[in-house]
């Protein structure tokens, strides 16, 4: 045994596993004795997906080296994770031997435990870089004003425009020429927290890549939502424990 974790909330670990594996087909995880880490880029290069969840949000937690990595097929991953409950605990161990990730289910009132084992897949894991980026807008607000802001947006285009004006507010909206949305977000109000160091920015993308984050909302209650001119979007999701899952989304041009 090279790895062993246990997560204390079966349902929260169930929607950060969803929304991982709506964008990846695999899911390359590494685990440090500072804990567990997942960076991965969608096959299309779109959007990249960092998730950090440090050794204090386990219950349990071992790492006998100093970096252990396997591979899982984001699909069934997802599948198990989805048999997790509100009572469960998440218990994680390697078993490198046999070439498999054991996932069990330890109910919390009964001690009553249903164990999986997830097939590891062929790979290597490799080491990604951060868009190298300084993004000039950053805004804080609630997850589901995000999550409203895009289904609304939704109903009128594919696409979505953000842009922020001066120091105070922040729009998402959806134009076509018959049809338009806005949501007009301010400091103070439906933003938590909001600051820009240009007058002026604007940047547009696919609806489908953004709706694609939405799970991280049941899992978060607060995001930061960092852009600039024409430059990707960065979405850091606050989980429990100080974990974070960060999307980073390319813009789309033209």
Known sequence: MSFRAVYPAATKFKYIAQTISKIVDEIPFTATPDGLFVKTLSS???????????????EEYQCEDEKVTFIVDADEFSK???RGTRNDL????????????????????????????????????EELGEPNVELPVIARMLTDT????????KIVDEEVEIIAEGEERL?????????????????????????STV????????????????????????????????LPLKLTFDLPGGSTLTYWVAPRTG
């Open 44 to 58: 299309d290069k779109t959007t990249m997906i960092i998730l950090q969840i440090p050794v204090t949000a386990f």
């Open 80 to 82: 198990i994770s989805k």
């Open 199 to 230: 007058e002026k920015a604007h940047a547009r993308y696919s609806l489908e890549l953004l709706e694609a984050t939405l799970k991280a909302t049941t899992a978060a209650e607060a995001l930061t939502l960092e852009f600039g001119e024409g």
């Open 146 to 153: 995000f999550k409203n802001a895009l289904r609304d947006a």
């Open 171 to 195: 729009i998402i909206r959806s134009i076509t020429p018959q049809r338009e949305y806005y949501n007009i977000m301010e400091r103070d109000k439906a933003l938590i927290s909001f600051r």
């Open 90 to 125: 998440v218990e994680i161990e390697l078993d490198k031997e046999n070439r498999r990730l054991k996932i069990g289910f330890i109910d919390k009132k009964t001690g009553v435990t249903r164990t999986f084992y997830a097939e590891l897949k062929e790979g290597v894991v």
